[in-house]
């Protein structure tokens, strides 16, 4: 039986014979790119079972769907989807990653370039290098795991979604980039002495914590500071209605008098 376009489709349940034939052919060809960029031996074991259930006897993905009935081609269907979403191990997915991710990273990385830890990552010629691409995964990664701080994959984001969870007075800005400063140092001081993502966050909240105590400690001296010429004015005021109420008692009792 043909296959037909299934791109809009809402979802394999939904999908007709045809749209199963079609979805069918192409996933258990890009299974196959996937498993042949992979060496098994070398992936997890939800892997394995996952690339088990999609491959016949010889070791390679199944295609025919002649002799399925629309369940069967459904329920391949939905195995192929999952194999496609649990890996992140073989080149195939690293490459489709690696695309997907590669203009967020090498802008990272250019706005950083003056930054001692990051500018490593930039070549003699200007140019941004791969090789730090996998650091850069393991920072995002690091700063998703932060307490309170939310953020979808960039950098960026999280400096935005963060403004309404750090604007506890002061200039957000300024608060914003200490935030991304205390980050990266926490991050770059770190590395090589085998801190788990725990042990990261616990850090990067200490350090946090530090900084606000700080200003918070400064906002104080100011405010106090501020006070003194503050304080001269009101008793200036205070001096000169002592003399309007001694004024008005003066008219007064010559009134009575009268």
Do not use: C
């Not at 258990?28 to 992979?38: C, G, I, K, N, T």
């Not at 506890?168 to 608060?175: A, F, N, V």
């Amino acid at each position: 039986m043909a296959r037909q376009d299934y791109s809009n489709a809402r979802n394999i349940h939904d999908m007709t014979t045809r749209e199963l034939r079609g979805y069918i052919f192409d996933m258990s060809r890009e299974a196959q790119e996937r498993l042949d960029s992979v060496d098994l031996e070398d992936t997890s074991r939800a892997f394995r079972e996952s690339a088990e259930g999609i491959t016949g006897r010889g070791g390679r993905v199944r295609r025919s769907t002649s002799n399925m009935t629309k369940e069967e081609m459904r329920e391949y269907a939905y195995q192929l989807r999952d194999f496609a979403s649990l890996d992140t191990e073989s080149g195939y997915a690293q490459s489709i990653d690696w695309k997907e991710n590669k203009s967020r990273y090498q802008t990272f990385i250019r706005n950083r370039k003056d930054d001692p830890y990051w500018s490593q990552f930039i070549t003699e010629k200007g140019n941004v290098s791969k090789k730090g691409y996998e650091e850069y995964k393991k920072f995002i990664n690091f700063v998703k795991s932060v307490e309170d701080v939310k953020l979808q994959y960039t950098y960026r984001t999280l400096l935005e979604k963060g403004t309404s969870q750090i604007r506890q007075g002061g200039d957000s800005k300024t608060r914003l980039k200490a935030m991304s400063d205390i980050l990266n140092k926490v991050y770059a001081d770190s590395k090589g002495k085998g801190l788990t993502t725990d042990q990261l966050v616990n850090k990067f909240n200490q350090a946090w914590e530090d900084y606000q105590e700080q200003q918070s400690a400064g906002v104080k001296k100011q405010t106090q500071t501020k006070h003194i010429p503050s304080t001269k004015r009101k008793k200036q005021k205070s001096s000169s209605n002592i003399k309007v109420k001694t004024t008005r008692k003066m008219r007064t009792h010559g009134t009575v008098h009268e």
